[in-house]
């Protein structure tokens, strides 16, 4: 399935698996009524996006259980290609010893560590992804190369 631009819709079980690779990601919160963005380190949990944050912007939004954006993506400048899932949910500071437990077993470091870090947990409410490829035949669309 495409969308209105020729993009391909992702399913949902291919965003997962996207996101299941972990990596660096981007963080979009509210700063001041301002939108922010940060990249991120993070690992996936039952669905969840969860990353490693110290005293900050990404940990107040966190603290506050508002709802914030992450997205991750892949390009191939050469090729003209790449994709994007993009997850949308409740932020929330993980506080319980069984839960952080857990989290400690995935392969998640912070690059800048502290000693006030502290995992947060994205609770996924809508995921998406779009992919970008030159499959024209499945498309519908028509490409004139070389004009």
């Given at each position: ?110 690059w800048a560590s502290s ?33």
């Amino acid at each position: 399935m495409r969308d209105r631009r020729g993009l391909r819709i992702l399913p949902i079980t291919e965003c997962l698996l996207r996101l299941g690779r972990g990596g660096v990601g981007r963080v979009a919160v509210t700063v001041k009524a301002l939108p922010a963005i940060f990249p991120v380190n993070y690992a996936v949990l039952d669905g969840d996006v969860v990353f490693r944050s110290n005293r900050g912007s990404k940990l107040s939004a966190a603290t506050d259980h508002a709802v914030i954006a992450f997205e991750v993506d892949h390009m191939d400048a050469m090729a003209h290609t790449g994709w994007s899932v993009l997850v949308v949910g409740h932020a929330h500071v993980v506080t319980g010893r069984a839960e952080i437990a857990q989290l400690d077993a995935l392969p998640l470091r912070p690059w800048a560590s502290s000693d006030d870090d502290q995992y947060v947990r994205i609770t996924a409410g809508v995921i998406s992804g779009r992919e970008l490829t030159h499959d024209v035949a499945d498309s519908g669309v028509s490409v004139q190369i070389g004009a």
